[in-house]
């Protein structure tokens, strides 16, 4: 990707939702809700506090993340479709090595 996001944006690809319910009931694509999941694809370089010091962003490429439902600018990038958001529009981080051990 050639697109490199400035100070605390960061650029995400939403993950796919589930097109079926529990039930088994498939859900057309016009019905579904946009996911609220996604992975990091880029980060800026931080944010500066009052005194100018640069700060790092908590996130980091290849996190899957939740995000707020209307967060972000949706953004067509070398024929995907991403968002650009700031840090703080996440809400958390979804580690991915806990969830591998519950299900073992």
């Known amino acids: 990707m050639n697109f490199r996001p400035l100070h605390d944006r960061v650029v995400v690809r939403r993950l796919d939702s589930a097109e079926k319910t529990k039930g088994g009931i498939i ?9 609220q999941e996604g992975e990091v ?3 800026g ?5 009052e005194s100018g010091k640069l700060t790092p962003l908590d ?5 899957r993340v939740l995000f707020g439902k209307w967060s972000g600018t949706e953004v067509k990038i070398d024929g995907q479709d991403l968002l650009i958001m700031k840090e703080s529009d996440i809400m958390g981080v979804i580690d991915t090595t806990v969830t591998a051990k519950k299900a073992a």
């Open 27 to 35: 859900i057309p694509e016009t019905a579904q809700e946009k996911p």
């Open 41 to 43: 694809i880029a980060v």
């Open 45 to 49: 370089p931080g944010g500066r506090d």
């Open 59 to 63: 996130v980091k490429a290849g996190d």
